[in-house]
T-cell receptor, first 118, second 113 residues
Framework: GAVVSQHPSWVICKSGTSVKIECRSLDFQATTMFWYRQFPKQSLMLMAT?????????EQGVEKDKFLINHASLTLSTLTVTSAHPEDSSFYIC??????????????FGPGTRLTVL | GENVEQHPSTLSVQEGDSAVIKCTYSDSASNYFPWYKQELGKGPQLIIDIRSNVGEKKDQRIAVTLNKTAKHFSLHITETQPEDSAVYFC????????????FGQGTILTVHP
């Protein structure tokens, strides 16, 4: 149990276009989903926290108008990178907390999405 | 906010040896400390976690210890195998309604056959 999927697993796009990444909890309902960005040989950096039915909370330095997050249901959150530029190329990873799960904040991670902007 | 420091950044061991990775955290309110293993091109996988009400936890070849006074926790892998080679991340979290994790910088573990 506690499987999180992401789609697509990789995507290549042209500079200036927008890209949408989906994060789904397959066998549980997620009260909260998190979006991370990971550059090569670096750690995971939290971008935003997403709660179902409410606006996402963005970390300092993350542009909310550039990285649009929608958490429309308890099993789906989407991240849209708008007007993507080469510097947005990165590995984007989502995670999810179970609704009614442990209060100790266990998160289950997706497999990640590799974004390359040409 | 919370700051997590992880050492070493790289660790090379021979198959069968033990490996130890150490992390320190800054916020004494942190009470959940997971460890993740990340293979190339994949998302992190939880391998073990510890909560602030215990000092040690073991799962087969993997163990984690926590020293709340010193604010540090460690991952111990015994009888290492080549398939243990990966990047390992520690993290810390404060029990809240959202549960935000702060990650360490990561350790590249290489186990030589």
């Amino acid at each position: 149990g506690a499987v999180v999927s992401q789609h697509p697993s990789w995507v290549i796009c042209k500079s200036g276009t927008s890209v949408k990444i989906e994060c789904r909890s397959l066998d549980f309902q997620a009260t909260t989903m998190f979006w991370y960005r990971q550059f090569p040989k670096q750690s995971l950096m939290l971008m935003a926290t997403s709660n179902e039915g409410s606006k996402a909370t963005y970390e300092q330095g993350v542009e909310k108008d550039k990285f649009l997050i929608n958490h429309a249901s308890l099993t789906l959150s989407t991240l849209t990178v708008t007007s993507a530029h080469p510097e947005d190329s990165s590995f984007y990873i989502c995670s999810a907390r179970k609704l009614g799960g442990s209060p100790y904040n266990e998160q289950f991670f997706g497999p990640g999405t590799r974004l390359t902007v040409l | 906010g919370e700051n997590v420091e992880q050492h070493p950044s790289t660790l090379s061991v021979q198959e069968g040896d033990s490996a130890v990775i150490k992390c320190t955290y800054s916020d004494s309110a942190s009470n959940y400390f997971p460890w993740y293993k990340q293979e190339l091109g994949k998302g992190p996988q939880l391998i073990i976690d510890i909560r602030s009400n215990v000092g040690e936890k073991k799962d087969q070849r993997i163990a984690v210890t926590l020293n709340k006074t010193a604010k540090h926790f460690s991952l111990h892998i015994t009888e290492t195998q080549p398939e243990d080679s990966a990047v390992y991340f520690c993290a810390a979290s404060i029990i809240t309604s959202y549960g935000k994790l702060t990650f360490g910088q990561g350790t590249i573990l290489t186990v030589h056959p």
